[in-house]
């Protein structure tokens, strides 16, 4: 019911708070809901002046103004339903909500407002209902107290609790006081006993000592030793006696055994056999034999005694000789030891004196005992209070670390909820990714059939991993001015995926994968003659700058860090590492502290200086020093420069010169940083990580270097170990990534290029880390702490000075641990990445073991370090060993250079060279040009001893790396191009002493390869400064564009899925547009359905409606040709608007744009290469032409003409053939494939060869512009050689001296008329030389410019043809899903069209049906579009009323009453006796007057109307077993079997759902509960429905039957009415078996199954009778009892299992007070029972051991004798057998029934 009236007041009325069925009666014990419950139905107009909270004047004012509302109602309220909503009583707000409940819709219903039924009730009560409230208000702020009494009754409460603890407090300290008196007193009576003890053990002590110092004369002793040695003679001879009967004995044991066993061994003999034998015996010589024995034997134990005899007397002489020797010498001493009486008396005396002195000894020992007990009982006082204040020392500092210990935690989880915070963040993300992805891709397989691009997909997978979002956040077409983060998210995706097409794009992956077309071409490699010549142009532009790192300190054998949080043992292990290895700790607070303090004392250091420029120099330094150093590496590099500029100049001052030195003091390095520091600290800053670095290197080179170093806790902070990797090494590792790469193009690259130099090697050889947990730091602080505070109150051990400042450090490491954790926590990710992925140093040990364990394995590490570094050291060694032996190997083998010439020759020659050849260009070049020895395009390079000679000589000159100058006579290189055979072609005077032409070689090095010596030839530096931006904006356009050209195709893609499928859409909306068939189906319904009656049978009508049925059905198909025809004409309509060919000419623009973009580069490249080498030549670089280039047409779009802003961009005009002449080449095509042909495709496929054709032709016309460009550069370079060799007499002229003309002058001299013929020039053989060299160079830069030229032409064509394959696939691409578009148009019109045809004819069948079988069409017919169907939720006309079924009627079934009996009888039985209880005879005579009279026709069947007297007194004796009275109710639930005989579990079950359903614990239920919860059957689910509606149903006679168990066993006297269930269930419990009925009673009353004490058997129904007057009839047909038909078998029940406990009253309601009945145990054997149980059931407990009558176990009850006898003999729960009585009835109304046919059949 409270879920009910939740969802009422929640979901209906809708309160202000949400209430629950749990909190229900907390919400309105303030009565505050209540008033706005009453508010919203608007009876409750004072509902402002209500208040809302928990004190009492709250709930006093709102539950006084709900009254009259209540009472206005007809709600029962009064003060006591006031005050248990108040006290929050269980149930009170649930039962008043259900009346308000009911009571708010009787006036919902009756709709009247408040003040209407304010007006309507009449006066009087209205005036009596005033004087109510009045006094339900008087009596409510009775019942409710006041707030203040409240207050002060908790403010009471509270004081008496805490009067309780302080008293509980004070009681407890008095007998802790007690105990310790008493443990006092106890402990000096112990201390007095042993005082006590210790004086008596003296008193003894020194009595022993006085008696010990007393000489005592002893007396003589009597004269006893005769006396005593005959007495042990004596007992000798008797102890041998004793031993000679103890033998005799024994063996007359023996014997006595040997003749028994002789003698039982023999049979007994008769008395003539003995007497021969004891004749035989005495006349045998055995006998003689025996005798002799026994002699020998007698005289061997006299000899045996006589020598014992001897040897005793032998014995006690020795002893007596013993004993008068030792006699002797008692005398001799007796007389040697008497002394005077004087002599006595003097003794005596000083052994009195010996004791006084004693005396007086020990009570000296005894006073200074007391005073040393005193002194230590004084100094135990001082311990114990020492030790109380370290005890309370120690609880301030446990509280203080357990607050340290809470800090740290709330940091933590605060630490730990921010990174779970960043981490759900990211995980949001991430998943908003995901599901961004998801949709991206559903959206995208909807679009395209599942069949995304690959592309596409690729792109996505690339935002996504990149973290953009997929969809568009922002718009940035056209670009903003300002952009917003969004459009900012928008650009950074463009940009990725721009880079991402172009990285495709440039390596051939991806979409741009060559082809399987262009599988047998050959990528295009390589261009690396353009890379060295864009490579030594940006060198000479931009010289890279030399990097060198070179450490700024000397290598030591050792240099390492310690690292780790506070307290996790570093000092410690580095201290034991110093010890054990020699090494120094550096550590930077020590340093820091050294270092002011070098200040304070003013440490200084005494220099030699000089008074010339270097002091100077040293007041600079002085002064950069004074100045804010930026960074430490700039400050070592200048100490360092400056140290260096000194060694210099005083290596290269001259000896006779003198300079003045002086000595000149200042402050030393650490004391100069010692006042920064200390100038620092005083402002309150911090110490910058800088200046920290300088005092820590400063150490680092006061360090020898022969010893190793270790940095305790240092770096902390990622910056620091920047500052410090720098100032060690030289190098600034943020800036070493940039300054040392060398020039490198994203176009072409130079395989040549110096590499860019490596790293230098890290500052440090290892970082280690000692990691250990905030916990274990918090505790070690915690033990610091303990173990400073325990030392500082030893016995002396500390100096107060040492104490403090121990002191003071334990509180700064307290107030500080917290931000050192956290420090080192921010600090330490990035420095575990730098040592860790950057330099690859750092070591982890686990700190958090014992301090050996952690020393022992930190020496492991450093030793496995130490060892790691010799192996480095000695591999290195090894290396340069033997690259030391390989150069010497390389010297070695080369050959001797050759003799060189005399130097007057070589400088006349030179001089004369160059007078004649004219600039020094060529001149320069004989020098650089020399044959390379070791090749791979490096230039030229000396040998080692070269190098050196040249390094003693003179400083190397500029000319990067080249050789030194030679003489002009050196051999040239027999690898030269065709310089022998020009020179042997000319005719000349030097031919005949020319040499012989070189045999033939190795081929020719081809240019740009490994092995190809480029051309290093000087160039004007306007060109280098002229090319360099050129190709930068040659590189920066080239790839732009092609980017912008891939973003357009990209947003292509996408635009081309969209409008495929919208026009999908557009043309399924199209297909689905609605048509008029339904009404002309809907008009034909109508005239069929009207038609009169008696014409449906005419056959010439059924013909006329046939008719119209096929009239309908053309006219319906040609509205179906119609809208064919019009979809048709729609889809030619969507293929002609000429969208495909618009979108296919965009897709070839953007791709002609990309040819145009690799043409562009190439004429650019060609341009570039022409200019270079032409400067190498000197020559002037050539014009452009006004031209501008070749250019890639683009295709018109338009119609119109092109504007004049693009008249440079050639274009194409779009021309495709007349629509005639495509259609007549569709139609030749269709005949050829002899089907019918879509037109309208095969014209966009003939559109699209016109295309294939312009990109085949436009490909074309590009590939032969690039070829003639290199034919032109060829011819052009041929032209030059002409021109060359044309010129080469009149260079050689000696008229001519200045250089070469230009080109305007050789146009004049061919102009004008030739000149005479000027006679040969000879020329020496070292001019030929040079002009050959000269030669050979022109040759090599025509070879290398025309092969670069070349490559680049052979990429630019294989661009060119990828670029024309990717266009005619995309363009298929596009073609084919626009072709598939158009196809799948034609199947859905198609489909569609027959679809419609098939269900007109669907129609046309179902119409013809109906006309043939004359019957009307009642259900409307549906033609859809596609669809027909018959609607069978719309009738056209209604149908007729079903006739009403009767209802069901129950029959008589033998013996069993009916309903309707049962509930007649229980009328009248409720009449008579409410209570359910009848007397014996008033209830037979009730049965017999319904069966004699006419009434029991009515109200019992027939079988019941053959009773007589003696069997309804049977029947009543059934029914009274132990009294006089009737349970009617019981004997109608006997009389209404048949039902289902419940088992113990079953009963249960329904106990446990009734009290489920009994929230309140009341113990009974209304109907409506009852039939919600039922019983242990239910009805019949499975009654078959007849098909005659007229036939009534079948009668369900089980849920009748529970039914009318509710209204037999029910209280109607309550309203609405309810029953006791456990009281019902109390009578099913009845059994056949009364012991069995009794234990299902108990196992209702206690909740569960009772077990049996002892073993039982089964109930065997068939030998279960019932006794009566008359006859015994079995019940074995009973069919309730069928569960317990079984057989014989033995049930083994387990003994006391029954933990529960059971109560008197439950037990009362078990067994029920009996009236005049006698009870037959053997306690009260012929006692009457007086009232109830009650009082036997009170004994039986107090028996048991309950004395407050508590409820007891039901095992310990049922081993009670009382309980045993009363088991057997309760017969209450006994299931009468009424059928048996009514059966015999039967039988013999049967067998009267026979003979009275017979009598009848005689008469």
């Not at 090494?583 to 200084?604: K, P």
Request: aromatic content about 6%; proline content about 6%; glycine content about 4%.
């Amino acid at each position: 019911m409270s879920d009910i009236v939740c969802r009422w007041l929640n979901q209906e009325v809708k309160l202000s708070r949400t209430v629950s069925p749990k909190a229900l009666e907390k919400d309105f014990s303030n009565g505050f809901l209540l008033g706005e419950l009453l508010h919203k139905y608007e009876l409750q107009d004072d509902f402002a002046q209500f208040l809302e909270g928990r004190v009492s004047n709250v709930k006093l004012n709102n539950f006084s103004r709900l009254e009259p509302t209540f009472q206005l109602l007809g709600v029962q309220f009064d003060q006591n339903v006031a005050q248990n909503i108040m006290t929050e009583k269980h149930g009170s707000v649930t039962k008043l909500l259900y009346q308000l409940y009911i009571a708010l819709q009787k006036k919902k219903k009756s709709g009247l407002t408040g003040v209407a039924m304010q007006t309507m009730r009449p006066l009087a009560p209205a005036k009596l209902q005033s004087m109510k409230s009045e006094i339900y208000r008087e009596r409510l702020k009775n019942l409710v107290p006041r707030q203040t009494d409240l207050n002060l009754k908790r403010v009471s409460e509270k004081f008496q609790a805490k009067f309780k603890q302080m008293e509980e407090k004070i009681n407890r300290i008095h007998f802790e006081n007690a105990q310790k008196i008493l443990s006092l007193k106890e402990e000096q009576r112990i201390q007095d006993l042993e005082k006590h003890r210790l004086g008596r053990r003296r008193q003894h002590e020194m009595m022993a000592r006085i008696q010990a110092a007393i000489l005592q004369i002893p007396k003589v002793l009597p004269n006893r030793t005769l006396k005593t040695i005959e007495r042990n003679k004596m007992m000798l001879k008797k102890k041998e006696e004793e031993d000679v009967l103890n033998e005799i004995k024994k063996f007359e044991v023996l014997i006595k055994k040997e003749i028994e066993a002789k003698d039982s061994g023999l049979k007994v003999p008769s008395e003539s056999q003995t007497a021969a034998d004891l004749l035989n015996t005495y006349s045998d010589e055995e006998y003689m034999k025996k005798i002799q024995k026994r002699l020998e034997e007698d005289t061997l134990a006299r000899e045996q005694r006589e020598k014992r005899r001897r040897k005793l007397l032998m014995d006690q002489l020795i002893a007596h000789e013993a004993q008068e020797e030792a006699y002797r010498e008692e005398q001799l001493i007796n007389r040697l030891m008497r002394q005077s009486q004087q002599e006595r008396r003097i003794a005596v005396q000083l052994m009195h004196v010996r004791h006084e002195k004693e005396v007086l000894w020990q009570n000296r020992i005894f006073r200074e005992k007391q005073y040393e007990e005193r002194r230590l009982k004084d100094f135990q006082d001082a311990l114990d209070r020492e030790a109380a204040l370290a005890k309370q020392a120690k609880l301030e500092y446990e509280e203080q670390a357990q607050k340290e210990i809470e800090i740290h935690e709330r940091i933590a989880a605060e630490r730990a909820q921010a990174r779970y915070k960043k981490h759900y963040s990211m995980c949001t993300e991430i998943l908003d990714d995901i599901i961004d992805l998801s949709t991206k891709v559903a959206e995208y397989r909807n679009l395209t059939h599942n069949l995304i691009p690959i592309k596409i997909m690729r792109d996505w997978k690339e935002l996504f991993f990149s973290g953009k979002p997929i969809y568009e956040q922002a718009s940035i077409d056209p670009m903003p001015t300002r952009f917003t983060p969004e459009q900012l998210v928008e650009l950074s995706k463009r940009t990725l995926l721009d880079d991402n097409d172009y990285e495709e794009y440039k390596t051939l992956t991806g979409e741009w994968a060559i082809p399987e077309e262009m599988a047998d071409a050959v990528p295009p490699s390589n261009n690396n003659i353009l890379g060295h010549v864009l490579r030594v142009v940006h060198e000479k532009v931009n010289p890279p700058k030399p990097v060198t790192y070179e450490p700024q300190i000397p290598s030591f054998s050792t240099k390492g860090c310690m690292l780790g949080k506070t307290c996790s043992g570093k000092t410690s292990c580095l201290k034991i590492l110093e010890e054990a290895f020699h090494i120094e700790i550096l550590s930077i607070d020590t340093l820091v502290q050294e270092a002011i303090q070098a200040f304070l004392l003013n440490e200084t250091i005494t220099e030699n200086t000089e008074e010339t420029k270097e002091v100077e120099k040293e007041t600079l330094s002085n002064e950069i020093s004074d100045e804010p150093q930026e960074s430490t590496s700039e400050a070592m590099l200048l100490s360092k420069r400056d140290s260096e500029i000194e060694d210099e100049d005083l290596l290269k001052i001259p000896p006779v010169l003198e300079v003045k030195q002086t000595n000149v003091t200042r402050l030393s390095n650490r004391a100069q940083l010692g006042e920064k520091c200390e100038k620092l600290l005083k402002k309150g800053k911090s110490i910058p990580d800088v200046l920290l670095i300088q005092i820590m290197v400063n150490a680092i080179n006061q360090v020898p270097v022969e010893k190793g170093w270790i940095l305790d806790g240092f770096p902390m902070t990622l910056n620091q170990a920047k500052l410090l990797e720098e100032a060690l090494t030289g190098c600034n590792p943020d800036q070493q990534e940039q300054e040392g790469k060398n020039y490198k193009s994203t176009l072409a690259s130079d395989p040549t290029a110096p590499k860019d130099p490596s790293s230098p090697p890290p500052a440090l050889d290892f970082a280690m880390l000692l990691d250990i947990t905030d916990t274990m730091v918090l505790k070690r602080v915690v033990g610091e702490k303990r173990t400073s505070f325990e030392t500082s109150h030893g016995l002396g051990m500390r100096s107060p000075e040492s104490y403090l400042e121990d002191q003071e450090k334990t509180e700064l490491l307290r107030d500080q641990i917290q931000h050192r954790i956290l420090g080192f926590l921010d600090n330490w990710p990035e420095l575990e990445k730098w040592f860790s992925e950057k330099q690859d140093i750092l070591i982890k040990i686990n700190a958090e073991v014992e301090k050996r364990a952690l020393a022992t394995k930190v020496q492991e590490y450093f030793i496995a370090e130490l060892r790691e570094k010799e192996a480095k050291a000695k591999k290195k060694l090894e290396e340069e060993e033997a690259e030391r032996k390989k150069k010497e190997e390389a010297l070695l083998s080369e050959p001797p250079p050759p003799p060189a010439p005399e130097p007057e020759k070589g400088m006349e020659t030179e001089k004369e060279i160059k007078g004649k050849v004219g600039k020094g260009k060529i001149a320069e070049a004989v020098k650089r040009e020399s044959p390379p020895k070791e090749g791979k395009g490096k230039k030229g390079e000396t040998s080692p001893k070269e190098k050196e000679a040249g390094k003693r000589e003179s400083p190397p000159k500029e000319g990067k790396g080249k050789k030194d100058d030679t003489s002009p006579k050196g051999k040239v290189s027999p690898k030269g191009k065709g310089a022998d055979k020009k020179g042997l072609g000319k005719k000349s005077p030097v031919e005949e002493v020319s040499p012989p032409p070189p045999p033939p070689g190795p081929p020719p090095v081809k240019p740009g390869s490994e092995e190809w010596v480029y051309v290093d030839e000087p160039l004007p530096p306007e060109i280098p400064r002229y090319l360099v931006p050129f190709w930068e904006t040659i590189e920066n356009s080239y790839i732009n564009t092609i980017k912008a050209i891939l973003r357009q195709i990209r947003d292509e893609r996408h635009n081309v899925l969209y409008y495929l499928h919208d026009a999908r859409l557009n043309y399924q909306e199209f297909l689905q547009r609605p048509d008029h068939k339904q009404e002309f189906v809907s008009q034909w319904q109508d005239d069929y359905n009207n038609l009169p009656e008696d014409l449906w049978d005419d056959e010439e009508t059924k013909a006329e409606l046939h008719q119209r049925v096929n009239d309908l059905r053309d006219r319906l198909w040609d509205i179906c040709d119609t809208r064919k025809e019009e979809a048709e004409q729609e889809r030619a309509a969507i293929i002609d608007e000429s969208w495909l060919q618009d979108h296919l000419g965009i897709l070839m623009n953007h791709f002609f744009s990309l040819m145009q973009v690799e043409v562009s580069r190439f004429q650019d490249t060609k341009r570039l290469l022409q200019d270079y080498y032409r400067g190498i030549e000197g020559k002037i670089p050539i014009e452009l032409a006004k031209s501008g280039g070749t250019r890639v047409p683009l295709i018109n779009l338009e119609d119109e003409e092109v504007p004049e802003i693009y008249a440079k961009i050639p274009v194409v005009p779009r021309k495709f053939p007349s629509l005639e002449g495509l259609i007549s080449k569709t139609k030749s095509r269709g005949s050829l494939k002899r089907g019918t042909a879509d037109y309208c495709i095969e014209v966009v496929e003939l559109k699209f060869e016109v295309d294939e054709k312009t990109v085949m032709n436009v490909w074309q016309n590009a590939n032969t512009a690039i070829n003639s460009m290199v034919a032109n550069e060829i011819n052009l370079k041929k032209d030059d050689e002409s021109e060359s060799k044309l010129e080469e007499p009149k260079e050689k002229s000696p008229q001519q001296g200045k250089g070469v003309k230009t080109v305007k002058k050789k146009e004049e001299k061919k102009k004008k008329a030739p000149s005479p013929e000027i006679p040969p020039v000879v020329l020496t053989p070292e001019e030929q030389e040079v002009l050959e060299k000269q030669k050979e160079l022109k040759m090599k830069i025509r070879d290398e410019h025309l092969t670069a030229l070349q490559c680049e032409a052979q990429a630019t064509q294989f661009r060119l043809e990828l670029i024309k394959n990717k266009t005619l696939s995309y363009m298929e691409e596009l073609l084919k899903r626009a072709i598939d578009v158009y196809k799948l148009m034609d199947k859905w019109l198609g489909a569609r069209y027959l679809a419609e045809m098939a269900s007109v004819e669907k129609l046309t069948e179902v119409a013809h049906y109906h006309i043939e079988t004359s019957t009307k069409i009642q259900y409307e017919l549906i033609l859809n579009g596609e669809d027909f169907y018959i609607n069978g939720d719309v009738k056209v006309f209604p149908d007729p009323l079903p006739p009403v079924r009767p209802p069901a009627v129950e029959k008589e079934v033998n013996t069993c009453l009916t309903i309707k009996q049962l509930n007649t009888l229980r009328q009248e039985f409720m009449e008579m006796a409410p209570k359910g209880y009848l007397g014996n005879k008033h209830f037979t005579d009730i049965l017999y007057d319904l069966v004699t009279l006419n009434l029991g026709t009515n109200h019992l069947p027939e079988a019941w109307l053959h009773l007589t007297v003696p069997e309804l007194q049977e029947i009543t004796t059934l029914l009274t077993v132990n009294s006089e009275f009737v349970d009617w109710r019981k004997f109608l639930l006997v009389v209404s079997q048949p039902w289902p005989l419940p088992s113990e579990e079953e009963l249960l079950q329904t106990l446990k759902r009734f009290k489920e359903i009994d929230k309140d614990g009341m113990g009974s239920v209304t109907q409506e509960q009852y039939k919600q919860v039922g019983l242990w059957f239910t009805g019949d689910k499975d009654v078959k429905i007849p098909e005659d509606p007229l036939e009534p149903l079948p009668y369900n006679r089980p849920e009748h039957l529970i039914e009318f168990f509710f209204d037999l066993f029910a209280d109607f006297k309550k309203d609405p009415p309810e029953v006791d269930y456990f009281q019902m269930l109390l009578y099913f419990a009845c059994h056949p078996n009364a012991v069995e009925g009794i234990y299902r009673a108990l196992s209702l009353a206690i909740g569960t199954h009772v077990f049996r004490k002892v073993e039982t058997r089964g109930v065997d129904v068939e030998h279960v009778t019932i006794r009566s007057d008359i006859d015994t009839v079995t019940i074995e047909g009973l069919p309730e009892v069928e569960e317990t038909k079984r057989g014989k078998e033995k049930i083994i029940v387990p003994e006391f299992l029954n933990k529960e406990t059971i109560s008197i009253p439950t037990l009362l309601k078990v067994f029920q007070s009996i009236k005049d009945a006698q009870d037959n145990h053997r306690f009260f054997y012929d006692e009457k029972m007086e009232n109830t149980f009650f009082e036997i059931f009170k004994k039986v407990y107090q028996v048991i051991g309950s004395n407050n009558m508590e409820p007891v176990e039901v095992a310990s009850l049922l081993k009670h004798p009382f309980i045993q006898d009363l088991l057997l003999t309760y017969k209450e729960y006994k299931l009468p057998n009424i059928k048996g009585i009514l059966q015999r009835v039967d039988q013999l109304q049967v067998v009267s029934e026979g003979d009275q046919k017979v009598i009848e059949e005689k008469k």
